[in-house]
């Protein structure tokens, strides 16, 4: 089960991807839009985890270009902001399918990522929820 992960603060997304890995997920990491376009058109992710506010993009507005790629029309996106539950509407309204408010608790990331991949990491690593 491959996630992209859109972060450009280098301690968040240390964080994030060494937790993933441990739960079984293989991370790709882009540090702004420009890679996450890049990393996306070059390999299939089954979940995107994007930072709302990136140098050189909004996240809303990568999530649209994201999924104008092949195979990512209806690929779950997770949003994730610093900004706190104001953004939350935001995000759903840029079409979205859930929010995470930093600092991320990894708890509620685990649960939140598990929901929108059907536990299929579980079937696939042998590892249990």
Same mark, same amino acid.
Not at 70 to 84: D, E, H, K, T, V
């Given at each position: 089960m491959q996630i992209? %992960?859109? @972060?450009?603060?280098? %301690? *968040? @997304?240390q964080v994030l991807c060494h937790f993933l890995s441990s739960q079984g997920y293989e991370v790709v990491v882009a540090n702004d839009g420009q890679m996450a376009l890049s990393l996306a058109h070059d390999q299939h992710c089954h979940l995107m985890l994007l930072d709302l506010m990136l140098p050189d993009a909004d996240g809303a507005e990568l999530l649209d270009s994201l999924r104008e790629l092949? /195979?990512? #029309?209806?690929?779950? #996106?997770? #949003? *994730?902001? /610093? %900004? /706190?539950e104001e953004e939350r509407s935001r995000s759903q309204e840029a079409g979205f399918n859930d929010y995470l408010s930093k600092p991320i608790d990894l708890d509620d990331l685990l649960d939140t990522v598990r929901r929108h991949c059907n536990g299929k990491v579980e079937r696939v690593m042998g590892i249990t929820p």
């Open positions: 992209l %992960l859109v @972060e450009d603060n280098p %301690l *968040m @997304e092949p /195979g990512y #029309a209806r690929c779950p #996106a997770i #949003a *994730m902001s /610093g %900004l /706190g």
